[in-house]
């Protein structure tokens, strides 16, 4: 998806043309997710134990976003 997204922006933008992918797509996140980075297969494991341990006993049927505060939807 961001290879793509990276693609399209370095033909739309003129700040873009003479960047490469890799620094397209860190100036993208800087600008759309509040936390500045993107999100690790950690940060997703993390919530994962977390919903699996004891102390999510009471969560049921909720969608968590681990998105560092960008929104998809």
Known sequence: M???LTIH??????L??????DQIFQAAVQQ???FGK????EDIG?????L???DAKEITGQALNV???GRMN
């Open 2 to 4: 961001w290879k793509r």
């Open 9 to 14: 922006l370095s033909k739309l933008n003129p």
């Open 16 to 21: 873009f043309s003479q960047a490469d992918s």
């Open 32 to 34: 759309t997710i509040p």
């Open 38 to 41: 993107p999100q690790t297969a």
């Open 46 to 50: 993390n919530a994962v134990v977390f």
């Open 52 to 54: 699996a341990s004891d």
């Open 67 to 69: 998105c560092g505060g």
